[in-house]
């Protein structure tokens, strides 16, 4: 049966790992488009931050070098984009896109987004309480863990606990329905025949990169844009609390210097990408590749 399933191309790795250039070069030669699967880059007006590739807009299709995509610069920074809208997008857009004869390339670092997908979760729809959400972002992260220890110790033990939006939303499920987060994701009926691959890095390069890759972020106005943003939203918006912003609150204040911040953001995307590996690392499905040349026969053969 499996083979009759349509086939889709996962792209996947930690950040600065090289998934961008890897997925535009296949996407070209194979008749591809990319879906991003990047929880930060959904948002708009967050660019450098989010190290969103620069495109644009032609009739309503947000191109990279002439390569549409789906999914990038879709929300605004006030929505709460869940794993369940990625989901659901993103199955239509993969219909799209082979209703009009083209691969499909999935490409993105966020590890629930992908296994959402790809496992088909039946993911819990909890009708939004503002009240409760309201109550949730006003709290600080170890008292957003401390009560998720004591209401859903399961999902306590699996669940990203630097991740106060999923820490958030465990919370909402549970005071609502009951029931541990982690045992309402449950695998559905198989929708795709899937070729996983993993870019593999050496923890040296890729820290190197990332700290590059800062720089370079700081060259291209990161400061200003988090500031705008920041004066146009304020700090308490789930999007403002990513790596990229939250790291200048400090600084904006006044209470510490740039370079502390700039130094605190490094730091904290190098741990990011350390969770990262850990959960790729979870999935034994992921063909891991050094190079393009391995990747592209890999996609050749797929």
């Not at 009708?127 to 863990?145: C, H, M, P, Q, Y």
Request: net charge positive; aromatic share 8%.
């Amino acid at each position: 049966m499996e083979n009759k399933l349509p086939k889709i191309i996962v792209i996947c790795g930690p950040t600065a790992s090289g998934k961008t250039a890897l997925s535009l070069a296949l996407a070209k030669k194979y008749q591809g488009e990319i879906i991003s699967a990047d929880s930060r880059q959904v948002y708009q007006e967050m660019d450098i931050g989010t190290a969103k590739e620069p495109g644009e807009w032609v009739q309503g299709k947000y191109l990279v070098q002439k390569i549409p995509h789906y999914l990038i610069d879709i929300s605004s920074p006030k929505g709460n984009f869940s794993a369940a809208e990625f989901m659901n997008k993103a199955k239509g857009s993969i219909k799209n896109i082979l209703k009009n004869n083209k691969n499909v390339f999935i490409v993105g670092g966020t590890g629930l987004y992908l296994d959402s997908l790809i496992n088909n979760y039946a993911i819990p729809k909890v009708a939004t309480n503002l009240v409760l959400r309201k109550s949730l972002e006003e709290k600080n992260l170890e008292d957003l863990k401390k009560i998720l220890k004591k209401l859903d110790p399961e999902t306590y033990n699996k669940i990203d606990l630097k991740n106060k939006r999923r820490l958030s939303r465990a919370l909402e499920v549970v005071s609502q329905t009951g029931e541990s987060f982690s045992k309402m994701q449950k695998k559905g009926k198989k929708l795709y025949k899937v070729l996983y691959i993993g870019i593999a890095v050496s923890r040296e390069v890729l820290y190197d990169r990332i700290n590059k890759r800062v720089e370079l972020q700081i060259q291209a106005g990161l400061v200003e844009e988090v500031e705008k943003l920041a004066h146009k939203y304020g700090w308490d918006l789930i999007a403002m609390s990513g790596i990229g912003y939250r790291q200048f609150r400090d600084y904006l204040a006044g209470k510490i210097s740039l370079a502390m911040a700039i130094e605190q953001l490094k730091k904290d995307t190098r741990n990011y990408a350390k969770r990262q590996l850990t959960w790729f690392k979870r999935n034994k499905a992921i063909r891991w590749v050094e190079s393009r040349t391995e990747a592209d026969q890999l996609v050749n053969n797929f």
